[in-house]
Antibody
């Protein structure tokens, strides 16, 4: 059974940092591109970042470029999102998602990040 | 930046057909998928690569994509289909979600 379990969310002050993790199981993690998607409670889905299966080709949405970094450790079957210089507008539920070609076939349950003083 | 526009809401009677549009520049040149999200849950794909249904998704869900518009159609809508629906466009570096549509089954 495929499982994606996010962790690392919480309350952080503006300007602070957090690192989100997504532990993957039930599939060959090193074979799939992975993404982060966020959602402000009550609002829509927003794509954040993508990384290719071998750890190359990391790209980020313009809204987080230069502040967020996606990475992965295929030996640990774990996806990461390092978030620096956090702003109030980064407050959201962050989902990791497994990509199967041009769609997400599995999503995690999400982890809430709250940026507030 | 690339944008996808959906109607904020669609209302449908049980058993009737609901159509949700997703508009974007030359959208027909990209792959589109559709996600269903119920309150408090993670999204679930209902259509991928414009027209394909994943296993386990009922046949009443179908999709099309041409020109500047993709459409998700729910035929014989059931109460359990009440949810938010999001389109998403994919190409080599575009992973944009639509604005979302709330489907209400009255």
């Amino acid at each position: 059974e495929v499982q994606l379990v996010e962790s690392g969310g919480g309350l952080v002050q503006p300007g602070g940092s957090l690192r989100l993790s997504c532990a993957a199981s039930g599939f060959i993690f090193s074979s799939y591109w992975m993404h982060w998607v966020r959602q402000v409670p009550g609002k829509g889905l927003v794509w954040v970042s993508r990384i290719k299966s071998d750890g190359s080709g990391a790209i980020h949405a313009d809204s987080v470029k230069g502040r967020f970094t996606i990475s992965r450790d295929n030996a640990k079957n774990t996806l990461y999102l390092q978030m620096n210089s956090l702003r109030a507008e980064d407050t959201a539920v962050y989902y990791c998602a497994k990509a199967d070609a041009s769609w997400y076939d599995y999503w995690g349950q999400g982890t809430l990040v709250t940026v507030s003083s | 930046s690339y944008e996808l526009t959906q109607p904020p809401s669609v209302s449908v009677s049980p058993g009737q057909t609901a159509s949700i549009t997703c508009s974007g520049d030359k959208l027909g040149d990209k792959y589109v998928c559709w996600y269903q999200q119920k309150p408090g849950q993670s999204p679930v794909v209902v259509i991928y690569q414009d027209t394909k249904r994943p296993s386990g998704i009922p046949e009443r869900f179908s999709g099309s994509n041409s020109g500047n518009t993709a459409t998700l159609t729910i035929s014989g809508t059931q109460a359990m289909d009440e949810a938010d629906y999001y389109c998403q466009a994919w190409d080599s570096s575009t992973y944009v979600f639509g604005t979302g549509t709330k489907v209400t089954v009255l």
